[in-house]
T-cell receptor, first 116, second 109 residues
Framework: GAGVSQSPSNKVTEKGKDVELRCDPI?????LYWYRQSLGQGLEFLIY????????KSGLPSDRFSAERTGGSVSTLTIQRTQQEDSAVYLC??????????????FGNGTRLTVT | DAKTTQPTSMDCAEGRAANLPCNHS???????VYWYRQIHSQGPQYIIH???NNETNEMASLIITEDRKSSTLILPHATLRDTAVYYC??????????FGKGTLLTVNP
């Protein structure tokens, strides 16, 4: 079956513009996660969804970042008024359940965002 | 979640078994050991996970010691495409995955 799909794979934007990043999780996965990975750095948790609800938004860096999930499926991460420090690879992952030790996260290949 | 320790890098000859060790001496009884790998410019790829029994799937085998303080990921017949950074993670209830430095495995022809 298909894995986690993210689009676009690459995005170059000018400082101050808004961007939308899309994630299609694996069918049937109830949990969806957003992480970001800066060059040479580890994973940074941003937000997760259980169904359409986001119980934990603690990782969002600022109020310029928002995310939504509709129909328990597709999720969109929006960054408003982008800054150069937002440049990173934004990774989406999904899993069958949340908060289960026995439910692996499956990642997409990410969207590489470059803010010029 | 428990911290893990892995060697910084390893080399393996193509076609041979690659054995990647991981120490997790502070693991709790209900925490699983997970392995992921990341090939340059791709997202992390799930490989295998286990609690206390050895596990095998189409990609690899996972050997967990009886005291659960360490584990070994085995790629039985390494290929050049297995060159990647391999991450050992102990996952409890915290879904906020933390990847350490991992082990850079280089498979040589």
């Amino acid at each position: 079956g298909a894995g986690v799909s993210q689009s676009p794979s690459n995005k170059v934007t000018e400082k101050g513009k808004d961007v939308e990043l899309r994630c299609d999780p694996i069918s049937g996965h109830t949990a969806l996660y957003w992480y970001r990975q800066s060059l040479g750095q580890g994973l940074e948790f941003l937000i997760y969804f259980q169904g359409n609800s986001a119980p934990d938004k603690s990782g969002l860096p600022s109020d310029r970042f928002s995310a939504e999930r509709t129909g328990g499926s597709v999720s969109t991460l929006t960054i408003q008024r982008t800054q150069q420090e937002d440049s990173a690879v934004y990774l989406c992952a999904s899993s069958l359940w949340v908060s289960s030790y026995n439910s692996p996260l499956h990642f997409g290949n990410g969207t590489r965002l470059t803010v010029t | 979640d428990a911290k893990t320790t892995q060697p910084t890098s390893m080399d393996c000859a193509e076609g041979r078994a690659a054995n990647l060790p991981c120490n997790h001496s502070t693991i709790s009884g209900n925490e699983y050991v997970y392995w992921y790998r990341q090939i340059h410019s791709q997202g992390p790829q799930y490989i295998i996970h286990g609690l206390k029994n050895n596990e095998t799937n189409e990609m690899a085998s996972l050997i967990i010691t009886e005291d659960r303080k360490s584990s070994t990921l085995i790629l039985p017949h390494a290929t050049l495409r297995d060159t990647a950074v391999y991450y050992c993670i102990v996952m409890g209830s915290n879904y906020k995955l933390t990847f350490g430095k991992g082990t850079l495995l280089t498979v040589n022809p």
